[in-house]
């Protein structure tokens, strides 16, 4: 889950190279460090600690060289610091590498390299990377290829077929001072093309400015760049034609277009997320659309349970999703933590229809439960907001949110474009099946047309979340309620909670209150309760009576009319199906916690040792 860059053509790479870790940070901000070539030699500069840290370093601005890689490291082996700072280089210093992923028999491969008498300076898995290239390019055989100029991407090839594990690698030699190696499995790698120049990185946001047009790498693939030339080749070195993708989105969404941080912008880009999911899907009146996936009734006839597998985030997404599914398709569903899900043999079959999301579609939890699912015969989905990412290449069907570059660790506009994107796809199995009758649809998809509108009703009143917010940001503890899918949504608001603002929360099933969580219940601690379901008004109510008595603060977000009591505060939204209530009900929850982690001062894009796409087991 680091962030790597690359760079060849005729321009100062330095500049372009720290330019695109900038925009990568939030994937890791252990260490940065970057590698050009200078005059037949490797010159290194790395440190600890942010990327602009690097702006410090005496000689960086020497630098003049026009080829580099460079990379931003979210630790995983050995404590950040400057030696395990990327890049590594081979004890001969002829070979320079980045790395994203986990080499999971580095130590068995540390071990080899020892007795042939190579010397570590880190702890990383990494390092073994180029002394393994030095060795296969110094003792062969390295390559089927003949030609002295292949010896490289040969010695690289014979390398990571040593590997185990997940990478994505850049490798640079001043011997080949006019081409940059790179090959992945399991992490993600594009490749941008320009004009005399071409440009490498883990994530598209970190070179959109430079160009729309990309080459995604398969699992297994190598390449070798050059800046008037990329030639691709498959894991036995043949080389093959791969086509190029143009994406559209705008390199200004990248940027924060005035607001104070990624988080508050993306909070409100999402009435714009979610009008841009919903797109052509569909209109009032007419049958729901998605012509890229073929999935028919008779197929849809023989699923008897569907599963939605994710983590973090994207699994409470999911959460919301069994509620849609199971109401309007009348098909049971489970929802399951991806990295539990491979490993408790799930029963699952050719009946079993396994959709995956991932905002990144990198996500190595999903991606592995994914494969699992296909070799047991069941078919899979895709929920992605990346074209052509990892895990939209594995599953059978694939389908995109719309919601842009999103930079903030802290998952907002997706979250809400991925429970919108599912709401059409159980709208569309509930119109094949034929499960629901035409009114129901009609009311949900008229429901889901206001919801724009209805966030920037949110949005346009935040004054009474402010001040909830500063009130109650030196807590260190608070809790969560609600009831059916306002539990769902609940488990999202504590998890963001968690994740910026560093105060520890829990959310429950309102019901299970007096089961136990009461206890923890005391004079002054915030409970925050959502109530957008009309039948279980009073016995929400009810609940958070309890905790009014114990001596609680209370917020209440509600859409609906609530009998005069006691509450604290109350945010009031807008009113709509109570099935796709969590994308209103959420974003007061976004609010709060982005202007509780502003009052403790914190870093809210980037929080402490957490990373945006989680390419790790």
Not at 407 to 435: H, P
Not at 439 to 451: C, G, W, Y
Request: include cysteine.
């Amino acid at each position: 889950m680091c962030g790597i860059v690359g760079y060849i053509g005729s321009k100062k790479a330095t500049p372009i190279l720290i330019d695109g870790l900038l925009s990568l940070e939030y994937r890791g901000y252990d260490s940065a460090g970057i590698a050009t070539i200078e005059n037949d030699v490797i010159k290194v500069m790395k440190d600890k600690g942010r990327v602009k840290n690097l702006y410090d370093l005496d000689g960086i601005n020497d630098l003049v060289g026009t080829v580099g890689i460079a990379h931003t490291r979210w630790a995983t082996h050995g404590k950040p610091s400057k030696e395990n700072s990327h890049p590594h280089l081979d004890n001969s210093g002829k070979f320079a590498v980045v790395h994203n992923g986990i080499i999971e028999n580095y130590s068995e491969l540390r071990d080899f390299l020892t007795s042939k008498g190579y010397k570590f300076l880190s702890q990383t898995d990494t390092e073994v990377i180029p002394n393994l290239i030095h060795y296969y390019y110094t003792n062969g055989p390295v390559s089927v290829l003949d030609n002295e100029e292949d010896k490289f991407l040969g010695a690289v090839k014979s390398a990571v077929f040593d590997l185990k594990g997940s990478y994505a690698i850049e490798a640079i030699s001043p011997t080949y001072p006019n081409q940059i190696i790179v090959v992945r499995k399991d992490s993600p790698l594009v490749i941008g093309k320009g004009n005399g120049e071409n440009y490498i990185a883990s994530d598209i946001p970190a070179i959109l400015k430079y160009t729309k047009d990309f080459y995604l790498l398969d699992d297994n693939e190598f390449a070798v760049v050059c800046k008037d030339s990329i030639k691709f080749f498959d894991n036995s070195l043949t080389e093959h034609n791969k086509p190029i993708k143009n994406i559209d989105w705008d390199a200004n969404a990248a940027g924060k277009d005035g607001f104070e941080d990624y988080m508050l912008k993306e909070i409100f880009e999402q009435p714009t997320a979610i009008r841009e999911t919903i797109g052509s899907r569909f209109r009032l009146g007419e049958k729901c659309s998605f012509d890229d996936i073929d999935i028919s009734k008779d197929y849809l006839s023989t699923v008897n349970k569907i599963y939605f597998v994710a983590c973090g985030t994207a699994m409470h997404a999911g959460l919301v999703g069994k509620n849609l599914m199971e109401k309007l398709c009348k098909i049971p569903t489970e929802v399951d933590i991806a990295s539990e899900f491979r490993y408790r043999d799930p029963i699952i079959d050719k009946h079993t229809l396994c959709i995956y999301i991932s905002q990144s579609g990198e996500t190595a939890d999903t991606i592995a439960a994914l494969k699992l699912a296909k070799s047991k015969g069941a078919k899979t989905l895709a929920i992605s907001n990346v074209i052509g990412s990892s895990i939209t290449r594995e599953a059978d069907y694939s389908i995109y949110t719309h919601a842009g570059p999103e930079i903030a660790v802290a998952s907002t506009k997706a979250y809400t474009s991925q429970v919108a994107l599912i709401a059409i796809l159980a709208m569309y199995f509930a119109e094949v099946l034929g499960s629901v009758n035409t009114e129901v649809i009609e009311k949900l998809k008229s429901d889901m047309i206001d919801l724009p509108s209805k966030i920037e009703q949110i949005l346009e009143n935040t004054d009474t979340i402010q001040e909830f917010a500063k009130k109650i940001y030196t807590e260190k503890d608070m809790f969560f309620l609600g009831r059916g899918i306002d539990y769902n949504v609940a488990l999202e608001g504590s998890l963001k909670l968690k994740e910026i603002s560093y105060i520890h929360s829990e959310a429950y099933a309102a019901g299970e209150l007096k089961h136990g969580p009461i206890a923890l219940i005391e004079n002054g601690i915030t409970v925050i309760e959502i109530i957008t379901n009309p039948d279980l008004v009073e016995k929400s109510i009810s609940n958070i009576q309890e905790v009014i008595t114990r001596g609680a603060k209370t917020l209440i977000i509600t859409n609906q009319i609530l009998p005069n009591s006691h509450f604290d505060y109350v945010i009031n939204i807008p009113e709509t199906n109570p099935l796709i209530s969590p994308i209103l009900s959420v974003i007061p929850m976004q609010l709060l916690s982005y202007y509780i982690s502003k009052c403790k001062g914190l870093d809210v894009d980037k929080p402490r040792n957490l990373a945006k796409s989680v390419t790790v087991e």
